[in-house]
């Protein structure tokens, strides 16, 4: 078995791996090993922001996770893609970037993790970013992710947000900033028309280093432990196991499905379980508990006459878009077919926004058309209101005690009595939203649910049969101060030596946002608390 010597084993090439690799070997006297299952990020997919279609549509860089049936969802499993690439999911998420509200990491800070306050996290979320409207009191100007506002030309989006102002909802010109609440125009993690991955963000300028070496289809199987101290990490890589031992930490930065399978494999975890599973409990802790994502469903209309984008769809129009992009990183396909958020309140009194309004200009059966070859696709639109604060706590568990075995996914969805109603009433207002009198120039008539769909039952049953997340999991090794907690809030694993979690698996609770800018936030905060410099 092959054999190294480093000082720091990250265990995952996603957001936070990527970040987290880059700051650690800015100091030229460490070692750093990172590890990533899945391939390098060089396929024009990747760097071309429309590229995603592709990819999501191709299943493309991905891990091919499912939920368990979900009791309260018709028994359906849920498709729960996590990006497997260098990058992970920035490199194939679809670009938005929010931050969520001030609220909830003060609310983080109040439950448990001092520290984290919006005033603890404001300076790395404007460390990570370099966004397009230059740096002031909330936003950065010279980091390296690229953020900008959506370029979508779609006269749709003016559109919608009248009718948010005629529904009687603000709008916000920044929902990055501390005024979230409202309609406000979409960002995107883009820069100079290609996609502003964590892996193109920080991986490659630092990839020159010679104290850092990055391993692509790495496998981690276990966490060597000495006692209760991390020393190193046994992985695959080109079908021969080997040892990487670290000298100061492992660092997990897997997500939240693969940190808690890499833990649970390595004897930390639900004593209990870990016993059924035929592994020796080292630590007894909560590990897999407290999984959250956002649930969401569409509401879709039909277009009275087709929109912007589908013209872009003529297959030699978007070849040539694709190419553009790709040498040039201008045109069409550097332009996302989405250009707004909403993030409303449900009841006035409540101190963060509990709904989300995503936005689509393209129905689901978009594709290239050619006249006298491929008919053109019926153009449509959508809204679709998401739960951005459930109550119901899912979990992941092992399969097996094979690394390579995907783990149960439980989310549980709607095993508290609170969660449906409340998504039930978001699904409400955002068909109110769409039947305001600003829409009917676009409005030929619901596609669905449709009439079906009008009283409380009507609108659960649809919910339970239609409803995916939005594919933000989180808070499996949660960070805290209590007895739920798996980390504390270093990030620190509970009674372990040399190891850490920085990933969405970390965060308490759900934010109200997509997370992958959290994301980037924990990992510069963490590389400062692993270097000492908080």
């Not at 996590?82 to 679809?94: D, F, K, P």
């Not at 370099?130 to 992710?145: I, K, L, S, T």
């Not at 239609?466 to 949660?478: G, Q």
């Amino acid at each position: 078995m092959a054999s190294e010597n480093f000082d720091y084993v990250i265990v995952g090439a996603g957001t936070a791996g990527c970040v987290m690799a880059a700051r650690l070997s800015e100091d030229p006297a460490v070692r750093v090993l990172l590890l990533e299952a899945g391939p390098p990020d060089t396929n024009p997919l990747i760097s071309i922001p429309l590229g995603m279609g592709k990819m999501h549509a191709w299943h493309m860089f991905d891990w091919g996770y499912q939920t368990d049936p979900e009791p309260r969802l018709a028994n359906r499993e849920i498709e729960a893609t996590r990006g497997r690439v260098l990058g992970g999911s920035s490199s194939v998420n679809v670009m938005a970037y929010t931050r969520g509200h001030p609220g909830d990491y003060d609310r983080w800070a109040a439950n448990g993790a001092p520290g984290w306050s919006y005033n603890d996290v404001l300076p790395y979320f404007r460390k990570t970013e370099r966004w397009e409207g230059g740096a002031n009191e909330f936003r950065g100007g010279d980091g390296p992710v690229g953020t900008e506002y959506a370029k979508t030309p779609d006269p749709i989006f003016p559109a919608w947000i009248e009718a948010g102002r005629q529904a009687g909802y603000p709008v916000t010109d920044d929902y990055n900033t501390d005024r979230q609440e409202g309609f406000g125009r979409g960002q995107f993690t883009i820069r100079d028309g290609r996609r502003s991955s964590s892996a193109r963000a920080y991986l490659r300028p630092a990839k020159g280093r010679k104290n850092l070496v990055v391993k692509t289809g790495a496998m981690a199987q276990k966490i060597t432990m000495n006692g209760t101290r991390a020393v190193g990490l046994d992985y695959v890589h080109e079908r021969a196991v080997h040892t990487a031992n670290a000298g100061s930490e492992v660092i997990l930065c897997g997500g939240a499905f693969n940190s808690p399978q890499l833990l649970m494999l390595s004897g930390i975890g639900p004593a209990a379980h870990l016993k059924k599973m035929g592994i020796t409990p080292l630590l007894d802790l909560p590990v897999g508990e407290q999984l959250q994502d956002h649930l969401g469903i569409w509401i879709t209309w039909r277009r009275t006459s087709p929109g912007t984008f589908h013209g872009k769809m003529r297959a030699d129009r978007i070849s040539l878009a694709m190419l553009q992009a790709y040498f040039l990183g201008t045109g069409p396909a550097t332009v996302v077919p989405g250009g707004l958020h909403a993030f409303i309140k449900t009841e006035p009194g409540l101190p963060v926004p509990d709904i989300e309004f995503m936005f689509h200009t393209v129905p689901p059966a978009t594709r290239m058309w050619f006249p006298g070859i491929r008919p053109a696709y019926d153009d449509a639109y959508a809204i679709r209101p998401t739960l951005l604060h459930p109550k119901s706590r899912g979990r992941v568990l092992l399969r097996s005690t094979d690394p390579f075995d995907p783990v149960h996914i439980q989310y549980d969805f709607f095993s508290d009595p609170d969660d449906l109603p409340r998504l039930r009433e978001g699904f409400k207002r955002a068909r109110a939203v769409g039947e305001q009198a600003a829409m009917t120039p676009y409005r030929a008539g619901e596609i669905s649910p449709g009439a079906g769909a009008r009283t409380d039952d009507e609108i659960d049953t649809y919910i339970r049969r239609t409803a995916i997340t939005a594919h933000h999991p989180s808070s499996t090794c949660r960070m805290g101060s209590d007895e739920t907690a798996v980390l504390d809030t270093s990030l620190r694993v509970r009674g372990a030596e040399g190891l850490r979690v920085v990933d969405a698996s970390a965060m308490p609770d759900l934010v109200g946002a997509h997370i992958n800018a959290c994301v980037f936030m924990i990992a510069e905060k963490a590389a400062d608390l692993v270097r000492g410099n908080h």
